[in-house]
């Protein structure tokens, strides 16, 4: 097609706008509302995402180890945490690999830290003395820390390591593998919790991608249908075109180029509206609810707006063209 033939096309699309001016602010204005619900969905989406992405990071492995003087039974450590261990509910806990009867040595810190990063899907070790859980728990305990002075002297908690893996799912085969180190009395890492964790995580982003399907779908069905109606109240002019011997992609050029600008049009209106409120309600709950990991409102305009503005083109265009076969068929 000429170049010419391309301006005269655009000047159609641009008049026609012009004339039908209420009706093209109404099919922005549809375009736009819909695709502002659309992109508020996506940003709630994505900062569901990076919440239970954070949850999932946070999930980390405590290995026990077996203190000075410690008695070995066949199992030992499959009791459950020792009394007064931190965070030793028990739930959920690997018991440790040594077994046997005898006294067992005190393992060497440094050396089992070593062979813990040694294994597959580590990221990071931290040893935490004995000394180090009873301050911490001290100051779990606040006021009530007075309770522990008697047990100060002779500290019956055991050294640990703390243990952080790439991925959730690694969790478990990493803890089974510590547990099966020499000197490990008791792994936990809470399976239970992260079981139940892991089954929400995946409930939560399965629903999320089930709505934001219908809502492209909505969308597209609400745009379709406005730009139908613009096609509709001008069908005499596509037919008197027809019959004076125009052909069909000649007549339906300008009316997909017009579709193209009011969807675009929309969806700039609406990548607009989401940037202000996002940045708004972002900057609210920064100062009330400043714990909570939000996406940084750029982040949510760049990765909302793209296909906010491809939807809005794509389907301003197919809307027109599709809409307006019916009234070439004269």
């Not at 391309?6 to 922005?28: D, F, P, Q």
């Not at 375009?31 to 508020?40: E, F, P, R």
């Not at 290995?63 to 030992?76: E, K, Y």
């Amino acid at each position: 097609m000429k170049v010419r033939t391309w301006g005269y096309l655009l000047k159609e699309a641009w008049g026609n706008i012009r004339t039908g001016r209420l009706m093209a602010l109404a099919s922005v204005s549809t375009v736009a509302v819909s695709l502002l619900v659309l992109g508020l969905f996506l940003a709630l989406v994505f900062n569901l995402g990076q919440l239970m992405a954070q949850v999932e990071s946070e999930v980390q492995i405590r290995a026990f180890l077996v203190m000075d003087g410690v008695t070995g039974q066949p199992g030992a450590g499959g009791s459950g945490a020792r009394a007064g261990a931190p965070g030793g509910s028990g739930t959920g806990g690997v018991p440790g690999g040594q077994g046997g009867s005898g006294t067992l040595a005190r393992p060497n810190p440094a050396e089992l830290e070593a062979q813990i990063k040694e294994l597959q899907g580590v990221v990071a070790v931290r040893f935490v003395s004995k000394e180090e859980a009873l301050e911490r728990m001290r100051q779990s305990f606040g006021e009530r820390a007075a309770v522990l002075e008697a047990v100060e002297e002779i500290n019956p908690l055991p050294d640990s390591f703390e243990v952080q893996v790439a991925r959730p799912e690694l969790v478990a085969p990493v803890a089974e593998a510590i547990a099966a180190l020499p000197g490990v009395e008791k792994v936990d890492y809470k399976r239970d919790t992260v079981d139940r964790l892991f089954r929400l995580t995946a409930v939560v982003r399965g629903l999320g991608l089930i709505m934001a399907v219908l809502l492209v779908l909505g969308s597209t069905v609400v745009i379709s249908n406005t730009i139908r109606l613009t096609v509709f109240a001008r069908r005499r002019e596509v037919a008197i075109m027809k019959l004076v011997g125009a052909t069909d992609w000649f007549i339906r050029w300008p009316f997909v180029l017009e579709g193209l600008a009011l969807g675009l049009g929309g969806a700039v209106l609406a990548v607009a509206a989401l940037a202000g409120a996002y940045w708004w309600a972002a900057g609210v709950a920064a100062r009330t609810l400043p714990f909570l990991p939000l996406v940084a409102p750029e982040q949510v305009v760049r990765l909302t707006a793209l296909p906010v503005l491809g939807l809005g083109a794509l389907v301003g265009a197919l809307g027109s063209g599709v809409s307006l076969r019916r009234f070439l068929q004269v």
